[in-house]
């Protein structure tokens, strides 16, 4: 009975992942690579044995040729099992010497992500992180980055992550080219799309996938001085760089910072991070008003170009120009002829205020902070909640319009909408605050809702997708205290957290 064993093991793996009866799939994908992969498996528990058998008879008579045949026996073991069982991380370093080809090949030979069958998106992933540790990405290496993920036929986490990791090349490529406001819109797609395989089942993403995501998104946070979201992942998918930098948040917010955290510090022994812990805790600010001039020209003209600026930055902004445009201030910068005119020193502040607009609409800043509002800031912050709400009631209409049709496109445009939704929601709360994100949950919760049916329900199904979906939408429930919504999304998250 005992060579039975592993085909009955192959056929349970086959149907567990194709059963029609359970609407929640299973961790495993029965595709014929991951089927191959475990013949691969079995094939390599067989090697194992044999390797035993060649111990024992080594170990009864211990000969050169036995100890030569022991040792070929366990080199097969060691390298077959290291590409069955720890492809990514062997991969993962290996694509830290830019050497996309090869990387994308000896994924499909290792059946990378055998457990939700996307090896090409595995591959696909690989070869991109290959291309960003090499830098100067050309417009034809992306393009065969597309064409390769195009042929994935299993749209989960991994797929996602290889679409998001693409969209930040494109973001690089263009910002190498100075065309800052293409760059930006690339940059946020990634982002949008890194942000929502954190909403994933477990079962639809690789672990080694999330925890790259999560770094991405810790160091595009860094990057935007957005330390607060350093905090986000947990242990498990914090990677040694997130946890080097989650111990200076806590540090700056005068908390002891976690004991692995300042293992992955010591680990990590970078000049970055180390130049982080050695700021100081509180910024000085500008002596006069010369210097606080000059402050304004330096992060507005950041601001136009669509550079990184952080919050406190942005904020700064928008109160010195409440204070500079000021017609009653010593050191206004408007004319002296004009300051009694107030229609045209109106006009000033409202020209002003919709050169931020736009900036702002695209990069967020935290309006809802200021506590002093002037004649800029306010006319900014009406300018920008017309114009998010306005974006989000658009966006709203085109998804249930697609619901009352059941009109599905391509997976690239479906996790574009899911990304872009979410990332919209996140961008009027971060925005105009928690107020005006709770006028907009019901009408929110009800199309994101129909988005995530119209993706679990109606063919091509892309239920791993939609668990995101409800997933975002269960945790807001409970934040807004929606026991009905709660509730649903509960069972909705059930029904979509397997791979099918």
Not at 95 to 111: D, E, F, N, Q
Not at 238 to 261: D, F
Request: aromatic fraction near 10%.
């Amino acid at each position: 009975m005992l060579p039975l064993a592993p085909i009955i093991l192959l056929i349970r793996l086959a149907t567990r992942g194709t059963s029609t009866g359970s609407s929640s799939g299973s961790g495993f994908s029965a595709t014929g690579r991951a089927v191959l992969w475990v013949f691969g498996v079995m094939s390599w528990v067989g090697c194992l044995l044999l390797t035993l058998a060649a111990i024992g008879d080594w170990s009864r008579e211990r000969t050169w040729e036995r100890v030569e045949i022991v040792a070929v026996f366990v080199s097969i073991d060691v390298v077959f099992g290291a590409g069955l069982f720890l492809a990514w991380p062997i991969l993962r370093a290996l694509a830290r010497r830019g050497t996309p080809k090869l990387v994308y090949y000896l994924a499909h030979a290792s059946l990378i992500f055998p457990l939700t069958g996307e090896t090409y998106a595995g591959a696909t992933l690989l070869a991109g992180i290959a291309l960003a540790h090499r830098g100067r990405v050309t417009k034809k290496e992306v393009r065969w980055l597309e064409s390769r993920l195009k042929r994935e036929q299993r749209h989960l986490g991994t797929f996602g992550a290889a679409y998001a990791l693409i969209e930040a090349l494109k973001a690089k490529r263009a910002d190498d080219k100075k065309r800052r406001l293409v760059a930006l819109e690339h940059a946020q797609r990634a982002r949008t799309l890194f942000g929502t395989l954190t909403y994933f089942s477990p079962r639809a993403i690789p672990p080694g996938v999330l925890r790259f995501a999560y770094e991405y998104l810790a160091l595009d946070d860094a990057r935007q001085a957005h330390w607060s979201a350093m905090l986000l992942a947990e242990k498990g998918q914090a990677t040694t760089v997130v946890r080097a930098l989650a111990s200076w948040v806590r540090e700056q917010a005068g908390e002891p910072a976690k004991p692995y955290e300042k293992r992955a510090r010591r680990r990590l022994a970078s000049p970055i991070v180390e130049r982080l812990f050695s700021r100081p805790k509180e910024s000085q600010p500008p002596s006069g008003a010369a210097e606080a001039h000059a402050l304004l020209i330096r992060d507005y003209d950041a601001l136009v170009r669509g550079r990184a600026v952080s919050p406190r930055s942005s904020l700064n902004v928008l109160m010195l120009l409440d204070t500079f445009l000021h017609p009653e201030y010593p050191d206004t910068l408007l004319p002296e002829d004009i300051r009694g005119d107030e229609a045209l020193v109106a006009s000033i502040h409202e020209e002003v205020a919709l050169s931020l607009r736009d900036v702002f609409a695209r990069t967020g800043v935290p309006l809802f902070a200021l506590k002093n509002i002037g004649p800029v800031s306010a006319r900014v912050y009406e300018a920008l909640e017309t114009s998010l709400l306005e974006e989000m009631q658009s966006a709203l209409d085109r998804v249930n319009e697609h619901k009352k049709l059941a009109y599905r496109r391509d997976p690239f445009a479906e996790w574009l909408e899911v990304a872009y939704l979410r990332g919209l929601y996140r961008r009027i709360e971060y925005t105009l605050g928690p107020d005006a994100l709770a006028r907009v949950w019901k009408p929110f919760a009800y199309a994101y809702c129909n988005l995530g049916v119209l993706l679990s329900e109606t063919w091509p199904r892309r239920r791993p997708l939609a668990f995101s979906v409800f997933r975002l939408l269960s945790v807001e429930a409970h934040r807004f205290q929606d026991q009905q919504q709660a509730q649903q999304q509960l069972h909705n998250m059930t029904v979509t957290s397997g791979v099918q």
